[in-house]
């Protein structure tokens, strides 16, 4: 449990990278994006960012271009799933 900035007590959990040490190794698949296709970037405005929401490791960052912490990635897919431009392909 911890305290929000408006002093209110809060059960929620949010993800923090490298709880478990640098996990990238674990990986059988790499995200790879394609910036021609993302959203984000072909529109050079914050948008989108839906691989940022669903990531369950937090890897990913919120910018444009979009990062993916690669240490740390575990290659769930789910970004590749979840990407409605069909930006990030699993290789």
């Not at 949010?14 to 394609?34: F, L, M, V």
Request: charged fraction near 25%; hydrophobic fraction near 30%; include cysteine.
């Amino acid at each position: 449990m911890h305290t929000r900035e408006c002093g209110h007590i809060c059960g929620e959990s949010s993800p923090a990278i490298g709880e478990a040490g640098k996990t990238g190794e674990w990986r059988t698949e790499t995200p790879c994006i394609d910036s021609s296709k993302c959203i984000p970037f072909r529109r050079n405005r914050a948008s989108c960012f839906l691989c940022w929401l669903y990531c369950p490791e937090g890897v990913i960052k919120k910018s444009i271009p979009v990062e993916i912490d690669l240490e740390y990635c575990k290659g769930c897919g789910i970004c590749a799933q979840i990407c409605p431009a069909q930006a990030i392909a699993m290789k």
